[in-house]
Antibody, heavy 119, light 110 residues
Framework: QLQLQESGPGLVKPSETLSLTCTVSGGSISSSSYYWGWIRQPPGKGLEWIGSISYSGSTYYNPSLKSRVTISVDTSKNQFSLRLSSVTAADTAVYYC???????????WGQGTLVTVSS | QSALTQPPSASGSPGQSVTISCTGTSRDVGGHNYVSWYQQHPGKAPKLMIYDVSKRPSGVPDRFSGSKSGNTASLTVSGLQAEDEADYYCSSYAGARGVVFGGGTKLTVL
């Protein structure tokens, strides 16, 4: 059974860079059938797609975040990562990593990790 | 403001049916059949309930069904049960905008 687990700091200072890693277990990240993505949810609010990456490194980003986002993949570690630069309080959210099957079929999801932006 | 419009709330009594709408444009919902629905219980990760407008993943009860007409997709929950009480989000492929979500609908089982 495929499982995903987010890891990284739970507190980031304003203007700094948020960095998270997603570890995939129970299956290989090196499949041409899937994309791997990040989705976030501010407290009490809805979901927002951040971006996705293929095992070969092809990336797609939310246009509203594109200038600050970098998603990378490390197939040797079965991991993919998110970097979001110049963060503000508006970036405070639960960040989920997930597998994307054919664009918007997101399954499964990681459990999510809360990242707070505060000094 | 979310790209797709959902009603903030919906409700029904046990055993009844409830339908949640998700309205977009011809550039997303109306432009193809890549529409998904997710169920989210408090403090939990979302769970895929419907994909490709009307397909159910293995393990999802057939009480959940999806449909689409024009720029509006719908999720129907039949035979409401207490455990169906949750937030529901729709999602659609939106071309150059990537993946867009609705604002979510809180379903209450009365």
């Amino acid at each position: 059974q495929l499982q995903l687990q987010e890891s990284g700091p739970g507190l980031v200072k304003p203007s700094e860079t948020l960095s998270l890693t997603c570890t995939v277990s129970g299956g290989s990240i090196s499949s041409s059938s899937y994309y791997w993505g990040w989705i976030r949810q501010p407290p009490g609010k809805g979901l927002e797609w951040i971006g996705s990456i293929s095992y070969s490194g092809s990336t797609y980003y939310n246009p509203s975040l594109k200038s600050r986002v970098t998603i990378s993949v490390d197939t040797s570690k079965n991991q993919f990562s998110l970097r979001l630069s110049s963060v503000t309080a508006a970036d405070t959210a639960v960040y989920y990593c997930a597998r994307l099957i054919v664009v918007v079929q997101v399954d499964p999801w990681g459990q999510g990790t809360l990242v707070t932006v505060s000094s | 403001q979310s790209a797709l419009t959902q009603p903030p709330s919906a409700s029904g009594s046990p055993g009844q049916s409830v339908t949640i709408s998700c309205t977009g444009t011809s550039r997303d919902v109306g432009g193809h059949n890549y529409v998904s629905w997710y169920q989210q219980h408090p403090g939990k990760a979302p769970k895929l309930m419907i994909y490709d407008v009307s397909k159910r993943p293995s393990g999802v009860p057939d009480r959940f069904s999806g449909s689409k007409s024009g720029n509006t997709a719908s999720l129907t929950v039949s035979g409401l049960q207490a455990e169906d009480e949750a937030d529901y989000y729709c999602s659609s492929y939106a071309g150059a905008r990537g993946v867009v979500f609705g604002g979510g609908t809180k379903l209450t089982v009365l």
